[in-house]
């Protein structure tokens, strides 16, 4: 097949090797035709950037670090200090399922609540990936998703052997589903869900379940809040 608007290179190259230009060779190098080669061309580059730069812009949205910013959701004093601020979440947001590549922030994850809430129903046999950034404070010590190690506490966690103060997950007000998450994770919900009712995600800090009382979030000049992603991938 002849190729349109052939360069002139390969036109005297044709020539000196004493080749004959058929009538489609010589059709091929016809300015009308040149221009519609290249305008078409042209035309396909612009109508692919959009699609181009909308997929760099939601790759580098899902794998866009999380700040230290916002939060503002957990009491920083007083009796119920490291609970929900209840005044500022009067309404809770409705609970719903994520759509495949969808995302959700949590501005803080407050470290008294046994059971923190995450609005996002588990879909059956979806796979999740869950990241975390921030500090919160488990009695005198300050720690981040990662928690901190001292073996001889961790068989009495909620999670027991894992490390105390470790963000994690489990499936609705309940220890019967739990994963551990610490600063990031990717967790797939069980393929038999039963009710979706109760299989909102949710999360804590893994702790003696007696021992919810001392904890404590941090403001963002302490190196607060303890914020978290969470992204369905399939």
């Known amino acids: 097949m002849t190729l ?45 950037l959009p699609i181009v730069a909308w997929l760099h812009v939601s790759g580098a949205a899902a794998e866009q670090p999380l700040s ?35 995302w959700k922030i949590l501005p803080e994850v407050c470290p008294r609540e046994k059971f923190f809430p995450t609005s996002v129903l588990a879909t059956p046999g979806a796979t999740y990936r869950i990241s975390a950034t921030g500090r919160w404070k488990d009695s005198w010590i300050t720690v981040g ?6 073996p001889p506490f961790h068989p009495f966690n909620r999670l ?34 039963a009710s979706p009712a109760a299989d909102q995600l949710m999360l804590f800090p893994n702790d003696w379940d007696g021992k919810y009382d001392n904890n404590r979030a941090l403001s963002p000049a302490q190196g607060g809040p303890m914020r978290v992603s969470i992204q369905r991938l399939s």
């Open 4 to 48: 349109p608007c052939r360069s002139a290179t390969s036109e005297r190259q044709a020539s000196s090797s004493g080749t004959p230009r058929s009538e489609a060779s010589l059709s091929s190098t016809d300015p009308a035709v040149c221009r519609r080669f290249h305008f078409g061309r042209v035309s396909l580059l612009l109508a692919l």
């Open 68 to 102: 230290n910013s916002g939060g503002g959701l957990c009491l920083l004093h007083g009796e119920n200090a490291g609970k929900i601020d209840v005044s500022r979440r009067a309404k809770p947001p409705i609970a719903r399922e994520l759509g495949v590549g969808e």
């Open 145 to 150: 998703p990662e928690g901190w190690w001292f």
């Open 160 to 193: 027991p052997w894992r490390r105390m103060f470790v963000l994690s997950g489990s499936l609705g007000p309940s220890l019967e589903t739990t994963f551990v998450i610490a600063r990031q994770s990717t967790w797939t919900a069980p393929a038999d869900l």
